[in-house]
């Protein structure tokens, strides 16, 4: 029974933030300013790093926790840069 | 047609297998011995290159010391070779050095009889040439160079003679042709010299890939390139249907490397070289060599109608128009080029009368050839020296002056013309008597003799000519510089080398008799035929063609003298000029070239892009069209649906990236960091965390570095088009650049689906999983790949790594962006401008607070970003990590400390010094490799166990650790360099604050 609804609960999950996902992707094609599509690409980082931690969850293998860990550490440093880049034009001054 | 056994035109069968080689065959006791003998062979040839190698490290004036080393080495190779001589007695000597034995090349040494000889001449001539070089070279030339070249020629000339492989043999042909160039350009602030060598080289070159194709199609007929073996299937060769092929392409080379007509245009071009090259290389050794060959492959080469045709008529050929072209020169070493040339022509005229005495005569003329010619070399090199001109016109009555050297040089100039009592005249005795001997009955072999008899005439003549004309007569008038006698030990080499002569032409038998009998048995085995080297042998035919020679030549210069010395050029064959034809045939392949590079090439990135792209989707679409397409039995596999809403969201970007790609270059990236990140999560998806996590860190470093490119990209101009909208060509263009964006696309598609519809079959991965513990001592497998199965490819990628980042920070040095981007950006130029406006603000200040609460974020997060390095570093060979992904981490956590701070400011605090660690990263990685030899172990053999730590615990110890250590820091450093060179373009533009900011 529990292993049912965390299978249920997880795959909703999974379409959930797959739906978070396209969301953030539209905003990312769409613009309509660069300052949009970077948030947008901010969002699908995040939300990519949820998506790992629920498959984890699934498969019960540490292995995607890291892959996580990761996105978490570092994912921010392309929205850093770019912001950086839009409010001076240059990354590194 | 080849025939089977050399029995063309009635003479006895010249097939004979060489002598028993002395391999084990030595009685037990004997064997150390002769093992340790052969070993000296490695010793021999190692030392002209040692030598060469210490000559040039000398510094340029050492004129002395470069001697020294020089004289030194060819002295002790000399003395050596002539130890080597009594272990010849019975059989070759062999050392070998498996190499790869799979494809039959094996280093292989060799020293018979006729090796021996050459080696003993490249050796003692070499160090009379070194100690007469030393005395003519002038102080102001960079002589250690010199002989630095000259003692890697003779190393060359060693090894060629040495080969008992022929491949190595041709590897060490090409070798002289190389050194040869280089001689011949010595003095290359001088055009003769410069073009002179050029055409030695391509000629000599262009021969050696032929008698490299030669040597291989032997090899193919022989199943063996071992020069042993080759010589015994001399029958299977002549037999073979790629017997004529391999006969005229290894011939070609020999020819080229001889000066043979058609080819011998280059060697009076060579003698822009200083003298003591033209008497060494090109009189005594490496137009010997093309000789040295057509012995070496006499027993199978010879033998046939083919080679008879071909050797004797270029043989006759070139010895009619080298002593004709000799007479008529005006220069003391064009007439001695063109004289080794008609020697050179002689001596295959001997070989290609296939019958065994005329093989002895052969090799006993070359012998004498280099001795006479070497000193006449030098001895034109005295006159040219001490007077100033080698004009024959010019020159005059230098006997007064310098009576020694004319001397000398008239007992060598006798030597040549063949006078009795000294060594030219016993094998041109020799020549002479097979001349007469009817081989063939062909048109050739009736003219022979006259033919012979008018060369040697015109040798005669030549010879005479340079000795009267330059010693004899009046004073001269008007050379550049008083003429007296050379120095004492310019001379000694001269006398040596005629005191030869003389000891040669008046006690052949005892004197040379016993090496040349060896040097011959060596080649001809069990068919030597008697021959005898006395002096007087009756007064037979020869002597009588050898007498009309001699008073026709004589006769000849009295009659013609002051006609010679009033023509300028060869009459007859003057119209045909070799380099004439090669400067043709030379333009005509530049002309072709650059005609092929117009219509063809291009210099503009997208053509080239497209055509690469086009060819390469053609090439995948190919198998398809000859094996069909079809798709594998699990195509019913269900789609996860978190999965497909991924790929959609990846696929959009992807598009959305393309679309973007040409105006809007931040949207196409953030959209391509987007798709980036998609397939990140198709890889953990699919079990791939390890490439998922590089590729994660990759993406990171890619937005950042292709953010600070941006920066100096020029802006999109609106006026490109002024009526809107682009003309048909450029639509065209775009059109089909879709349209094999689409085919490769798709095509691509294509083939993963139909690869991932069938079962993974038995692939190498399989052997890797089962052995990555068990041999590797990890249980990440791709990491023990990478450093430990395949490390050799990890050194050769970080090898590479390392070049790229210091070719682009080389670049990036010289770096100068377009106009428009090299002031400030317009939010710098607008916020600076408020703070400036503002009451109680700095310039600056906008940024600072912006960035307050991000910059502490990434200062902080710094030592934790370098401490997950270090994690990803440690535990990379059980988990995924490694060195790879550790160093673009640890780069991503500098770059962020740029980010926050700013160029300036971070290095005021750290010291970042890429190029160092590039440096120390490779040593780490080398170093690590080379650490197993010290156990005994091949390179970057890795070794493993457990050690236990206090508190710890259990701690896995590889050397792969060490290796990934320094993949780890040549990654941080290449990283960082190619991103922090970018960087600082910020800081060089004028319109800041000039500062030496190149990173360190």
């Given amino acids: 029974m529990t292993n049912l609804m965390l299978a249920w609960a997880i795959t909703t999950a999974q379409v959930l933030i797959g739906l978070a996902m396209l969301c953030a992707a539209y905003r990312m094609l769409v613009g309509p300013r660069v300052q949009d599509r970077v948030l947008g690409l901010d969002t699908l980082y995040v939300n990519a790093m949820l998506m790992l931690v629920t498959f984890g969850i699934q498969t019960g293998r540490t292995l995607y926790f890291e892959a996580a860990l990761i996105i978490a550490l570092l994912g921010f440093v392309g929205t850093v840069t770019l912001a950086k880049f839009l409010m001076r034009g240059e990354v590194i001054e | ?1000």
């Fill in chain 2, 1 to 1000: 047609m080849p025939i089977a056994c050399p029995n063309g035109w009635g003479r006895e069968c010249t097939d004979a297998a060489p002598p028993p080689v002395k391999r084990n065959t030595a009685p037990p006791g004997d064997t150390e011995i002769s093992a340790a003998t052969a070993d000296l062979l490695w010793v021999l040839l190692a030392l002209p290159f040692a030598g060469s190698l210490l000559a040039a490290l000398l510094p340029a004036r050492a004129r002395n010391a470069a001697g020294l080393v020089a004289g030194g080495t060819a002295l002790v190779g000399a003395l050596l070779t002539a130890l080597l001589y009594s272990s010849l007695a019975d059989g070759a000597l062999r050392a070998e050095i498996a190499w790869l034995p799979s494809l039959g090349l094996d280093l292989v040494l060799r020293l018979d009889g006729l090796a021996w000889i050459f080696a003993f001449l490249v050796l003692a001539i070499g160090f009379l040439v070194v100690v007469y070089a030393r005395y003519y070279m002038s102080p102001e030339d960079p002589v250690p160079r010199f002989f630095a070249f000259f003692l890697a020629f003779m190393g060359s000339m060693l090894g060629l003679v040495l080969s008992g492989n022929l491949v190595q043999l041709v590897f060490f042909w090409e070798l002289t042709s190389l050194f040869s160039f280089l001689l011949i350009g010595y003095w290359h602030h001088n055009e003769t010299a410069r073009k002179g060598a050029r055409m030695a080289l391509i000629v000599t070159a262009a021969g050696g890939v032929c008698l490299l194709v030669g040597v291989l199609l032997v090899g193919k007929i022989v199943g063996s390139y071992d020069l042993d073996e080759v010589l015994a299937a001399g029958d299977l060769v002549r037999s073979s249907e790629l017997y004529l092929p391999a006969l005229v392409l290894i011939l070609l080379g020999a020819f080229t490397k001889s000066a043979q007509f058609p080819f011998h245009f280059w060697l009076p071009h060579a003698m822009a070289a200083p003298t003591p090259v033209s008497a060494y290389l090109h009189s005594a050794t490496m137009v010997k060599a093309g000789i040295f060959l057509m012995i070496r492959l006499w027993p199978v080469l010879a033998g046939t109608d083919a080679w008879y045709l071909i050797v004797t008529t270029v043989g006759l050929a070139t010895m009619g128009i080298g002593a004709w072209a000799a007479i008529f020169q005006q220069d003391l070493k064009g007439l001695l080029a063109y004289s080794t040339i008609s020697h050179l022509g002689l001596i295959t005229l001997l070989l290609g009368l296939d019958s065994p005495l005329a093989a002895v005569a052969a090799i006993f003329h070359t012998l004498n050839h280099a001795t006479f010619k070497a000193s006449l070399f030098m001895a034109a090199g005295i006159i040219d020296h001490e007077a100033g001109t080698r004009d024959l016109r010019r020159l005059s009555g230098l006997y007064r002056f310098m009576p020694y050297t004319a001397t000398l040089a008239m007992v060598a100039a006798a030597a040549m013309a063949g006078v009795p009592l000294l060594n030219g005249f016993l094998s041109k005795e020799m020549f002479l008597a097979e001349a007469l001997d009817t081989h063939s009955g062909t048109p050739i072999d009736a003219a022979l003799p006259y033919l012979a008899t008018a060369a040697l005439a015109l040798s005669v003549l030549y010879s005479v000519r340079f000795i009267h004309q330059a010693f004899f007569g009046p004073p001269p008038v008007g050379l550049p510089k008083q003429p007296h006698e050379a120095p004492f030990w310019m001379r000694v080499p001269i006398e040596v080398l005629v005191l030869a002569c003389l000891v040669v032409g008046t006690l052949p038998a005892i004197t040379v008799g016993p090496f040349l009998d060896t040097a011959v048995r060596s080649v001809l085995g069990s068919a030597t035929p008697a021959y005898s080297l006395a002096i007087w042998h009756g007064f037979n035919r020869p002597l009588l063609l050898s007498l009309v020679a001699l008073a026709g030549g004589g006769a000849g210069y009295l009659i013609f003298r002051e006609r010679l010395n009033a023509m300028s050029g060869a009459p007859l064959i003057g119209r045909f000029k070799g380099r004439k034809g090669f400067d043709a045939v030379l333009a005509s392949i530049v002309n072709t070239a650059r005609a092929l590079e117009r219509r063809l090439g291009t210099v503009r990135l997208q053509p080239q892009l497209k055509l690469l792209a086009a060819i390469a989707c053609l090439a995948a679409f190919l198998p398809f069209g000859r094996y069909g397409y079809s798709l594998g039995d699990a195509t019913g596999t269900i789609a996860d649906p978190g999965f497909v809403v991924i790929w959609l969201v990846g696929g959009a970007c992807a598009i959305g990236a393309a679309w973007q790609a040409k105006y809007r270059r931040l949207a196409a990236l953030i959209l391509m960091a987007g798709a980036g990140l998609v397939s990140c999560i198709s890889f953990v998806w699919l079990s791939a965390p390890d490439l998922a996590l590089t590729q994660l860190l990759v993406e990171t470093v890619t937005t950042v570095l292709l953010l600070l490119g941006l920066r100096w990209l020029p802006k999109q101009r609106p006026d490109v088009w002024p009526a809107g909208r682009p003309p048909l060509a450029v639509r065209l263009r775009r059109g089909s650049d879709l349209l094999i964006a689409i085919a490769a696309g798709c095509g691509m598609a294509l083939i993963s689906y139909a690869v991932m519809t069938r079962p993974l079959g038995e692939s190498l991965s399989t052997f890797f999983l089962e052995r990555a513990y068990a041999e590797g001592g990890g249980r990440n497998v791709v990491n023990v790949i990478l450093v430990d199965f395949r490390a050799l490819d990890t050194l050769g990628e970080i090898a590479v790594l390392a070049i790229v980042g210091v070719t682009v920070f080389s670049l990036l040095r010289r770096f100068r962006p377009a106009e428009e981007s090299v002031r400030a950006p317009e939010q710098q130029l607008l916020q600076n401008a408020a703070d400036e406006a503002r009451e109680g603000r700095r310039v600056g200040d906008t940024l600072t607070d912006y960035l307050l609460v991000p910059r502490i974020i990434m200062e902080w997060l710094f030592p934790f970003i370098i401490v997950f390095a270090l994690y990803l570093l440690v535990r990379g060979h059980d988990l995924p990590g490694g060195g790879f992904a550790a160093g673009v981490t640890m780069s991503i956590a500098l770059i962020l400390q740029y980010v926050a701070s700013g160029t300036r400011s971070v290095e005021a605090r750290l010291r970042v010094r890429p190029l160092s660690w590039i440096g120390v990263g490779l040593l780490v990685a080398t170093a690590t490799g080379a650490g197993a030899w010290l156990f005994g172990y091949p390179f970057l053999t890795s070794w493993f166990d457990y050690a236990e730590l206090p508190l710890i615990g259990r701690v896995p110890l590889a050397s792969a650790l060490v290796f990934d250590l320094g993949v780890f820091i040549l990654v941080v450093g290449a990283t960082a360099l190619m991103l922090i060179a970018l960087a600082h373009q910020s800081i060089r533009t004028p319109m800041k604050r000039a500062r030496p900011a190149e990173p360190s």
